[in-house]
């Protein structure tokens, strides 16, 4: 197997063993960037130089046997939403066209701590709100599997890049189901963790309440080591849990034997297409082999999350947005003739189409005379819909569902339908609304040869148990096909 | 018809903590533009703000000390708007769950006391400051200065009791002395860390119902305050009688021309978006700590003037003086404690202290309350002459030098050896002989005369009961 393609318990042990180092690693990622990003378009930045500078000091350690942990020379695509020390951070938008970050955020920094090379910025939706890619302020990355489709979003480039053999794992942030769905669409593990798992600090927010960094992973013991990497209680983000963290990838037993997997009857209705279903329902067969059950269950609040969604991710985007004003960062308009045109100009050019509706739609929903029935209404269905899914988990261990209603689709096939775009997320949405954990997993290819990933959702902060069932599915499901690329 | 005033202050105050509200930046003034900034307080992408302890812990002692209700749960919310010194494009404040509720302070206005109700006190972020280049109309462009952003503030909301601008001036005062005896704020308004706005209505006296109310902004002073609240009065009823209405708006006043005039209207006014801060998490505050931070609150001014009177019998004059700043208070309260007389300590302190103080600024005072206590104690036991003392006050003041090393130094030890003394008087007797003749002649006054020379003869160092007594005596004779 080619190095790019390993996972990085595999290149960990290939490492430790000296059997390669984190030099070659590096370089070989690399050439696979120089040979297939033409057609993929996942990087935004390459940081070449610094990356080999860390794969140079991580061979050092190895080399003297006193290596950092299991990502130490390992080669990462980060979603270009972190704030990189020195590198240049443009959250996918223009207005960030020239923005060099002056401090790397907590997960960065984590990350770098851990020994990771990164190997540069990754393509996005502009700031995280889109579900194709096709957002980006610059230009849409494809899908590995088949270029002509999207890649899913909003971190398209994080998946794609480890689908491509472009990174060998990848940092990506879920709002709505920017992590799970592009990890469905392109082959790859991807998970959101519970609100509060992962520290916030340095992530360039979309909508507070409901941002969460993941991991997106060749496989589930993959994820659980980058999420080791990266989770707990953060200082300087106070919405960040003090609650230990557990060792994820030495719970990786694989057995469930008894556990119950719910399957809600509301992820398998209407809109969700038939071929997806079935690969879906399949999984569930694969994890009554490992002696689970299958409890069918009911969560009716889920058919008002997107509605719900669609409120508070604006209104608080419509605020957070705010800061880019041209005044102390990023892009300014050059020629305006005051404070107000300077302001307007700035940003209706600096913002793409996306990003603009999403900040109309929040500050409408946020006004005097509107709040109560917008905002105020959302905050409390919110409520209704977490209560539902903490009841679901008194019943069950894990949910089971779809993770996007469709394999990729083509590119260009949904830009001028927000609505059916939107929709793309309606199986992934409701978990940020709860704040619970998810986590998608790939469970089959489509007749049209696209990958199709099934979602396991899990109560707060049992990332365990979650990893746990997902690792199960997998050993049960074997060798997933390699990315024809 | 005669109309009153229903007035209502919003009081911004200026918290003087170590570093800013929510990250580590010094919150020291007069720094070169922007160097006290870091990625938070400058909005950079990707910051998130962590909740400065010391501002909740100064907000609870002033919500006790104006009689409040401690919130036990409150929320941060964020303020909508754009404008360049606001690095966010909102400023972290709060807004349907204050930390401080239902409060009142007692003023005194003209010999009366009456109670304001306290609305609310919250806590919330300063803005940056914009520094335009040349003039103001004519300025091309204009420079953000991010120090002050982020500066801790509390705004202390009144409710609309106040019947007066002298009212108005009382309560602003009253908040003064509080925050200044908590040690939470400088209380300077010429400087901006105590600011205030005021929503002023007319309404018939007498009359319960409200009328439409203007806000005034750009008060930095006490006597502005005034001076804009009773120009703004004035132009009320004038409107009213003219059968005019008046708008609801907001006005500047202008302290050149003494004169308020309007800055927006309601239509222009903001809409805020006001929304729970989704960055923090509620703050939770525990009824131990509320009553450890009650426990531990310092005598306020009031309670300091009533135990001055009370206990050490000064008069309210002395005990509105010496409490006038906690700095004296605190000076005279510590010459007490050294063994000086409560009344003897008032008047060496509000005497040569305060007067020295004024004169030379209160940095230059070397002088500490224990040696104050022994120059007192030196006058008492007539170690020292009462005019001695002033001298070794003034010195001792200016060099921090032991009193009794100045006394000795400069010889100033009073003489109460009766023999050099009737020498003395003797001398000057013989001097002065139609003087003698005088008071002999019933002019008792000329004996004044008389001690001052033998003061002067002696260099000030005579006892002076000593040397009226020998003079008695001699012309007597």
Known sequence: MKLYNKTIHDLHEDLKEGRVSSTRITEDVFQRIDDVDDQVRAYLTLTRESAMESADEADERYRKGDFLGQLDGIPMAVKDIFMTDGVKTTCGSKILENFIAPYDGTVVAKVKDSGAVITGKVNMDEFAMGSSNENSGFFPTHNPWNTDMVPGGSSGGSASSVAAGEAICALGTDTGGSIRQPASHCGVVGMKPTYGRVSRYGVIAFASSLDQVGPLTRDVRDCAILLKAIAGHDPADSTSAKIPVPDYPSLLTGDVEGMRVGLPEEYFGEGLDPEVEELVRAAVTILEKRGMKPVPISLPSTRYAVATYYIIAPAEASSNLARYDGVRYGVRYPEAKGLMEMYKKTRSQGFGVEVQRRIMLGTFALSAGYYDAYYGKAQRVRTMIRREMDEAFSKVDVLLAPTAPTAAFPIGDRVDDPLRMYLSDVFTIPVNIAGVAGISVPCGLSSEGLPVGVQLIGPSFKEETLLNVAYAYEQERGEFPECPL | ?477
């Open chain 2, 1 to 477: 018809m005669e109309y009153e005033p229903v007035i209502g202050l919003e009081v911004h105050a200026q918290l003087k903590t170590d570093s800013k509200l929510f990250c580590g930046c010094s919150t020291r003034f007069g720094k070169e533009p922007n160097a006290n900034t870091c990625p938070v307080c400058l909005g950079m992408p990707g910051v998130l703000p962590v909740l400065n302890r010391k501002v909740v812990q100064y907000t609870v002692m002033m919500g006790l000390a104006t009689n409040c209700r401690i919130a036990g749960e409150s929320i941060f919310a964020r303020k909508n708007y754009f404008y360049p010194d606001l690095p966010k494009g909102y400023q972290i404040s709060q807004y349907e769950a204050p930390i401080c509720e239902d409060g009142w302070v007692e003023i005194k206005a003209n010999g009366e006391a009456r109670r304001i109700g306290i609305t609310r006190i919250h806590m919330e972020e300063d803005a940056g400051k914009l520094v335009h280049e040349g003039a103001f109309d004519s300025s091309h462009s204009s420079f953000v200065d991010l120090n002050r952003a982020c500066v801790p503030l509390m705004e202390i909301v009144s409710e609309p009791d106040i019947r007066s601008p002298e009212e108005a001036g009382a309560y602003m005062r009253k908040l003064r002395d509080i925050v200044i005896y908590l040690g939470i704020c400088d209380g300077n308004m010429e400087e901006g860390s105590l600011r205030c706005d005021a929503n002023i209505s007319i309404r018939p006296r007498g009359s319960d119902t409200f009328g439409t109310r203007a806000e005034i902004k750009n008060m930095n002073s006490f006597r502005f305050l005034q001076a804009a609240l009773e120009y703004e009065f004035e132009r009320q009823v004038d409107l009213i009688r003219d059968d005019g209405h008046v708008v609801q708006e907001t006005r500047l006043f202008d302290s050149n021309r003494g004169v308020t005039s309007s800055m927006r209207s309601k239509e222009e006014a903001h809409d805020y978006r006001y929304f729970p801060e989704p960055d923090l998490v509620p703050l939770r505050i525990g009824p131990d700590w509320v009553e450890q931070v009650r426990q531990s609150l310092p005598e306020s001014r009031d309670e300091k003037i009533g135990r001055y009177v009370g206990e050490m019998k000064l008069s309210e004059y002395d005990a509105q003086v010496l409490t006038s700043d906690p700095v004296t208070a605190r000076f005279f309260e510590n010459v007490v404690r050294g063994g000086a007389k409560p009344k003897a300590a008032s008047n060496w302190v509000m005497g040569e202290f305060m007067r020295l103080v004024k004169e030379a600024g209160v940095e230059a005072a070397k002088i500490t309350p224990e040696q104050v206590a022994h120059i007192i104690m030196l006058v008492e036991t007539q170690a020292i002459s009462g005019s001695a003392a002033k001298a070794v006050f003034e010195q001792v003041f200016d060099t921090g030098q032991d009193p009794d090393r100045v006394v000795k130094e400069q010889g100033l030890a009073q003489v109460s050896d009766e023999g050099a003394i009737r020498e003395e008087v003797q001398r000057v007797l013989d001097d002065h002989p139609d003087d003698v003749a005088r008071f002999r002649a019933g002019k008792q006054k000329v004996l004044g005369f008389l001690v001052g020379q033998v003061m002067k003869a002696t260099k000030g160092k005579a006892n002076p009961k000593l040397v009226n007594e020998i003079l008695r005596e001699l012309l007597s004779k």
